[in-house]
C-alpha cells in the first residue's frame, strides 16, 4: 500500500506500541509493525502484526509486567 485508503496520504513503515482490548481487559502490545499514514495517522497491519496482537490478548493472564492506571471519571 503506498497511499492511504481514506485520505490519500503517503503511508511510512513504523514499530509501534499498541494498545489492544477485549472484555474489558487492555493490553500493551511492544514492538509492532505497522504502516501508519504520514498525514491522518490511520494505521495498517499485515498479518504477522495481527496474529502478535491476537496472540497477545490471547496471553494477557500470563504478561511478564503489569501497570497500575488510575481511572478519574469526568463530572
Not at 1 to 10: N, P, R
Not at 42 to 71: G, Q, R
Request: net charge negative; glycine share 2%; hydrophobic share 35%.
Amino acid at each position: 500500500m503506498k497511499t492511504c485508503y481514506f485520505c490519500k496520504g503517503a503511508i511510512e513503515n513504523v514499530t509501534i506500541d499498541y494498545m489492544a482490548s477485549r472484555q474489558n481487559e487492555y493490553v500493551l502490545v511492544k514492538d509492532v509493525r505497522a504502516q501508519k499514514c504520514r498525514q491522518c495517522g490511520e494505521l495498517y497491519f499485515d498479518y504477522e502484526s495481527s496474529k502478535k496482537i491476537d496472540e497477545a490478548l490471547e496471553k494477557a493472564p500470563l504478561a511478564e509486567e503489569h501497570l497500575t492506571v488510575p481511572i478519574v471519571r469526568s463530572a
